[in-house]
């Protein structure tokens, strides 16, 4: 049997060149993965080998971010709601009829934005160390609060570490089981991508932006109250960005979603993604 292939493509959305990885046989179940900082698609290479032979898999860099082009900052508004804004626009263009979405990070908030305005557009949830709760606010977003409710060059310096190695190294190896198990070129090609020129004021930017996220979020648990979604929860519990705490109240307003919970950190994938692509091959294509 032919093994399939993971194909590197771009595709131009309202003039910005959108990059993406891409696996699998389009006849087979949709699966879009969405992940912003700090390392945008790469976020899920191995997940796609995990998955590729059972799934249509299609991982998008954000405006932005990764290998996507970085408009300019006169030509692009860096906010959540305009990146959700080409994020949908790729998903028509890419010919994506109802798929399934992996919303991780700053995932969460794009795909929330986008079901807010077509909620009838994502089939199954799979959401990973995202949130929607002020109590799924972490001790390093409590950290940026300040920030947040006032940007200045004062507050600024509270979260431009997070821009550093030792920023990135907190999503990467911070509650990690084993950081012998982290391949270091993780963190080290995202300190590149996010060290640019431009790539500091952008990121703050859309940092900043997570502030009408957080207004948001009345909003987005509604929905999943009155909609009651098919989710699956994979969480890395010593995440300090949104810990367990985000998650459980998730379940506590979709009592049917299914949760699993890692012993690692922000990023559970780089720990665990042949346990969560076995858990997304049971949630998707469950037996008959």
């Keep these: 049997m032919r093994k399939q292939a993971i194909y590197y493509k771009t595709i131009n959305v309202d003039g910005i060149n959108i990059f993406y990885r891409e696996a699998g046989d389009k006849s087979k179940p ?124 004062e507050t600024e310096k509270l979260v431009k570490p997070l821009l550093t190695l030792e920023g990135i190294k907190l999503f990467f190896l911070n509650g990690a089981k084993d950081i012998a198990n982290i391949n270091p070129d993780g963190y080290l090609n995202a300190l590149y991508y996010l060290s640019r020129p431009g790539q500091e004021e952008i990121q703050l930017d859309l940092l900043y932006d997570y502030r009408t996220n957080i207004e948001e979020y009345p909003k987005w648990q509604k929905f999943l109250k009155e909609e009651q979604p098919r989710i699956l929860l994979v969480w890395g519990k010593n995440d300090v960005f949104f810990p367990l705490s985000a998650a459980e109240a998730i379940k506590k307003d979709v009592p049917s979603a299914e949760l ?19 858990r997304i091959k049971a949630f998707l294509m469950p037996a008959n």
């Design 260 to 278: 699993h919970v890692y012993e690692t950190s922000h990023l559970a994938l780089e720990e665990h993604h042949e346990g969560i692509a076995v």
């Design 30 to 153: 949709q699966l879009i993965l969405l992940n912003g900082i700090p390392n945008a698609s790469s976020a899920f290479q191995e997940l796609i080998h995990d998955l590729k032979e059972d799934f249509y898999l299609v991982a998008p860099d954000f405006p932005g971010f990764g290998n996507s082009d970085i408009p300019n900052k006169e030509n692009f508004d860096y906010t959540f709601d305009n990146i959700s804004l080409s994020i949908e626009k790729f998903i028509a263009q890419m010919g994506l009829t109802h798929p399934n979405v992996y919303a991780l990070g700053y995932g969460g908030p794009i795909t929330f934005r986008i079901a807010s305005r077509r909620p009838d557009l994502f089939n199954n949830y799979i959401l990973q160390n995202s949130n929607m709760y002020e109590e799924g606010l972490g001790p390093a977003m409590h950290n940026a609060a300040p920030f947040l409710q006032d940007r200045h060059e």
